[in-house]
């Protein structure tokens, strides 16, 4: 952008073509009222607050759609501005007909402040007469309420709907003086078209709109706000917990400018932090005594732990306990917890649910490039030229990466192809929609290769000098016609060949997937295909490209980071490798186990031949999330010791010996690391209920008691401890994550962080092309079992529902599971919508409502699986990838029926 | 709910985007006499245009109605030529020949009876119209014998 220069107030300042002139002010820190501005919106001029001079224009213009010219002279606080200002204030205060006494924003309200900046005199102009039709599209809903009295018209609630989340839920209804702010007909806001992100109440300049549940728990300018990360998926929000005198979050808030989501949340951040206040939580811990839990002291129970860990140990060797890590815990806790398992323990059985999620991005990527983690940064997305998704619910999973999809292709021309057998959402925005079978992708990819060689579209300088075994590629996808595909993915081939043109040709493609691609037997080889598909083309190593899994859980790259894996170290350090264990040896003062360890279902399966004695669980829920569900609580129930350590009584707690209640993210110090590689910060805002204590302080005290003493006076302290062992780590250091993150690689504490990958030379030194032919799921439809079943996440809930189900908001929107049917299926097998259905296969079978649409193929069925109640994966398979071990939850055969 | 008006009229125009929501609100309310709710709704489904945004334009133009509408409708000026000139007492009329208040439509359906801000023929004041007609220079006594002529 070419530079300018202007004068504000007398001050030569410079700025940038097509910036306004209220981006140059507020750049150089001067300040211009404005009610209807938020730097998130398309600039609207409504509130004509912004007003002032420019020498040479007639009239007044606004700040906020006034662009500088090179040259300008402004002046933005005349007499007459703001006389002009004051007079437009004093008719807005004429309608705005709420008192500050009573209002929760008191305090953080922009109308206030500038009333009092400008002392308006609040009768000026007498009040219109307000005769709406008294409906209110937020009376009865949970989340959130609007309230006309406040509201000043800017726009901004609707503008936001519309143009960042791109939902249009709202609209304005009416004419002067009946103007109010409403969903279509008035129709309650849950049975729009909105998603309850809240972005409505995040541009609110008043209080109109504000959390149901934060009224009257304390005025904004009361609530003490700690800025942390939310916890509920890769994405890594930052978020301002905002605490009352009472030690209660009363509401979350985000700042606008601050990476990754720039003040943006979904439903889950905004409403899902109830549970952190929920009597529910453990308070003490529990020792379960002839089949009842007893309260029980921190000595009593860290003594039965270490006593009968001793025991276990010394009769059946160290590999006899098996531990699971937690994708929720910080980085400091997964880094102690593997510690502890390798060095006070000594067994490299540690694992976490990144096993049953993105363990083959891990593998497959480490593969093909060297490093298995989200090649480009989130911004990056928003620049695409392309955008192609593949298996990943973005708007639902990732609700925040959604918008910068949308961005990309609403604002910035993008071309979206997604691959999804469900009509997502997603698919609005799409140029072209693959809606392959389930388990076909590998088939999809190669076909769209194929297109992509036979055109001559490939990137052949890129091959010659970055790649090799690219022979061993064509081998596999010169006969692998678009038609061949068509045949078993069920895409016309005329589709494959458009997203294969669209995804060469554009100026950079970026690959967007997660669990559709890596939960399947064939999950490795999707991840490698995806790989291929970048590496043909040479989409990788460069701005807005790359291959980008998003990791689900908040921390579980950050778990995989901190070496919560059974083959590897912190940093992804082989423990199989010499030099590296004799490194931690000598770090951790310890002899370390040579063999690795077991994987997350084959530490259950151990259990059933009696090999896994005793497991320590963390923050997990596989009595919930495990696939197969009955033959993994079968393993629980059979495992002579169990210790399980978390925030709530979790179905799976239910079957420990010893539970001891810890913290959560709202009451510690720490980090997580996001999807795209940024270490974050994690800061205490509230104390934690009862005895609850860090998790690593229980390990630390634990391994002491069995003759291993581990001792840090902080999280900060662990982490440095974590940045001298870790490479990619090496710079990161809790005084750098004050204000930003940094991504890794951060190799030393000068290093700025990197915000994508692979750009001179791959980690692995060059991508390597791996010829993966198409393989079918491990269990296919047939006569008895003839629907093909998938599951996965829904927007409002998160995992196995532990902590969004305590949430009202969350509740009254989503109180139950279901199983997708398309409409066809349910007529021809008599299932009304909203029906009780019996759905079985091989393992199991669960009673849940239906929910008929027309967003499925005929022949799927699709459930979510945070639902205790009809537990979708007590249907799954425990069927592995034989490379990453990732069990295929998106594709089992079942049975679908009325139940009368 | 009766699609087949909105077929038509969708139909007949190739891709519609938001800009084209005043013309297709005209059609629809003189296909179906007003403007359903759900017909709206089913719309924003085939259209793509969010259903909060039809509703935002169908209720900010007083020509629009969501609610069913008489057979024919009678508008009473209220404009300043007409008020001087006594049109209150056409107001007060046609509510006591049709039972109703402005703004409301006859049981029966055959009337809705508005009242305008001018309907621009000062020169007749008072006027009332019904339909498409004028009349003007009206009387109080003229008002069931013009009603009587719609039925």
Sequence with gaps: MPEIKATINGNVLMGSAGQTVLGLAQAHGIEIPNLCHDPRLRPAGACRLCLVEVAGQRGLVPACTFQVADGMVVQTETEEIRAIRKTVLELLFAEHRGICTTCDKNGDCRLQKYGYEYQIADTAFAAPEANGNGKNYTTGNEAIRYRPEKCIRCGRCIRICQEVQMDSALTFKDRAAWVEVSTAFEMPLNDSTCKLCGQCISTCPTGALYERAAGGKGQAKDLTRTRTTCIYCGVGCQIDLNVNGNNQIVRVTSPVGVVPNNGNLCVKGRFGMEFVQSDKRLTTPLIKRDGVFQEATWDEALAVIAARFNEIKSAYGADGIGGLSSAKCTNEENYIFQKFMRAAVGTNNVDHCARLCHASTVAGLAKAFGSGAMTNSIDEIKHAGCIFVIGSNTTEAHPVIGLAIKEAVVRNGAKLIVADPRGIDLVRFAAVHLAHQPGTDVALINAMMNVIVSEKLHNEPFIRERTEDFAALLEVVRDFTPEKAEAITTVPAEAIRQAARLYATAPSSSIIYSMGITQHTTGTDNVLALANLALLTGNVGKESAGVNPLRGQNNVQGACDMGALPNVYPGYQSVEDALLRVKFQQAWGVALPEQKGLTVVEMMHAVEHDEIKALYIMGENPALSDPNLNRTRKAIEKVDFMVVQDIFLTETAEYADVVLPSTCFAEKDGTFTNTERRVQRVRKAVVPPGEARHDWEILCDLAGRMGYPMAYGSAAQIMDEIAALTPIYGGISFDRLQTAGLQWPCPNRQHPGTKYLHTDRFTRGKGKFHAVAFQSPAETPGQEFPFVLSTGRQLYQFHTGTMTRKSRAIHQVSPTGYVEVHAEDAVRLGIADGQMVEVSTRRGRVTTPARVTTGIEKGWLFMPFHFCEGPANALTQDALDPVAKIPEYKVCAAQIRAVP | ?151
């Design chain 2, 1 to 151: 709910m009766d699609v087949d008006v909105l077929d038509r009229i969708l139909a007949a125009r190739p891709k519609v985007t938001a800009t084209d929501l005043s013309p297709l609100l005209q059609e629809i309310q003189v296909g179906y006499g007003y403007l359903p709710p759900g017909v709206l709704l089913e719309m924003s489904r085939r259209t793509g245009i969010p259903a909060s945004q039809i509703y935002g334009v169908a209720t900010f133009y007083e020509q629009f109605h969501l609610e069913p509408h008489g057979r024919h409708t009678v508008r009473c000026c209220r404009g300043t030529a007409c008020h001087v000139k006594g049109g209150h007492g056409m107001i007060q009329a046609v509510s006591r020949e049709l039972g109703i208040a402005e703004g409301e439509t006859t049981a029966d359906m055959r009337f809705t009876f508005e009242t305008v801000a001018c309907l621009g023929t000062c020169f007749l004041a008072p006027v009332v119209m019904v339909d498409k007609d004028y009349y003007g220079n009206m009387t109080p006594t003229r008002v069931r014998g013009i009603l009587d002529r719609y039925k």
